[in-house]
């Protein structure tokens, strides 16, 4: 049985001709919670949503299944509390592993290590359990017979990059997809911990999250308001500022923290070139580059004279982060090193 269900799945995933790009914070996607467009220093609307929409989730206490949790991809139910879980989106490892539970496959991005450095740093107290989790490939496209063979009990993975593919992996084992994109990453979390029995926990991280990101803007405003925050990514051939609706955007929207006008757009980041770099500029800049040789963007950028001239470079005010947790994995414990790394510049 076992054999004709594996043949059936990878018959079936040969059968699709696309499969779409797994969703990252860096995605240039307008979420489907947007901000609302602003000429000043605030934005009125939450960037993105705080809890789980209307009709999903499965509305049972924690710890108790089995349990039906409708999603992204419909409605699935859990018969027991999952023990070999096969996690596929950006920041589902992260935000499995902040609710206690390892999982056992794992799949990894573009140019990203199966295991994340912030995720080993982060979580030294799985460093065994970790070094033994299976690769299923490339989120972009999984190894369906690698998932299969787990035999796993639970499948998450995400919307924006599995939804193709969810008929598939539902026939290996009860799948939830949470929605993707930075923006969501609150939601996507309550929701993975619906899929796991443990919303009070996540729950209880996220309104923590809120009043530590408030306790950051109070403590930073002046008379003027507080300091603007700029959000910038390289990669080998492009260069990015992100907007309000991101992962950054949404923590820095969290801690009351201004944005220049240059980057209150409503959608995730924008490119911009050599001559536009003043959009960049802010008072204080946190940039990350994914690839630094001497022919990538940054090299060509971060020595322009227009870098080099702003106001955040000659006041020492621009930050290099981590690409993983501040652009790539919208996970919880990312956005504590997001937060993390505010506080670090601004109350400094």
Not at 31 to 39: C, K, L, N, Y
Not at 192 to 197: E, V
Not at 218 to 247: K, L, Q, Y
Request: charged fraction near 15%; charge should be negative; hydrophobic fraction near 40%.
């Amino acid at each position: 049985m076992k054999r004709l269900l594996l043949a059936t799945t990878i018959a079936a995933v040969t059968a699709l001709t696309t499969v779409a790009c797994a969703g990252t914070a860096e995605q240039t996607t307008t979420p489907s919670t947007s901000a609302e467009s602003a000429t000043g220093d605030a934005v009125t609307d939450a960037p993105g949503p705080t809890g789980v929409p209307d009709g999903m989730g499965s509305g049972a206490a924690d710890g108790v299944f089995p349990r039906t949790v409708g999603h992204f991809g419909g409605s699935t139910e859990i018969p027991a509390e999952p023990k070999k879980i096969v996690v596929i989106a950006t920041g589902q490892l992260d935000a499995a592993l902040t609710l206690g539970v390892v999982p056992t496959g794992v799949a990894y991005g573009d140019g990203a290590a199966l295991v994340p450095d912030y995720i080993s740093f982060s979580f030294p107290q799985y460093t065994d359990q970790l070094s033994q989790v299976v690769d299923v490939g490339n989120r972009q496209s999984v190894d369906i017979e690698a998932i299969a063979a787990i035999e796993p009990d639970l499948i998450l993975a995400n919307k924006t990059g599995s939804e193709d593919i969810y008929p598939t992996l539902s026939t290996i084992a009860p799948t939830v997809l949470t929605e993707g994109t930075g923006v969501n990453w609150k939601q996507d979390f309550l929701l993975l911990a619906d899929a796991l029995g443990r919303t009070e926990q996540a729950q209880t991280f996220n309104d923590t999250f809120v009043s530590d990101a408030a306790a950051l803007g109070n403590s930073v405003a002046g008379s003027s308001g507080t300091p603007t925050v700029s959000f910038v990514r390289f990669t080998a051939d492009r260069a990015r500022v992100f907007g309000v609706p991101s992962f950054a955007g949404y923590i820095a929207w969290d801690a009351g923290l201004a944005r220049p006008e240059s980057q209150q757009f409503d959608k995730t980041s924008q490119d911009f070139s050599e001559e536009e770099i003043q959009l960049a500029n802010a008072d204080w800049v946190f940039v990350s580059s994914q690839d630094a040789g001497a022919d990538s963007s940054a090299a060509s950028y971060t020595t322009n004279p227009l870098w080099t001239g702003m106001s955040a470079a000659t006041e020492n005010h621009i930050v290099r982060v981590d690409d993983d947790p501040w652009y790539l994995n919208a996970g919880p414990t990312a956005a504590t090193i997001v937060l993390d790394g505010l506080k670090s510049a601004l109350q400094s």
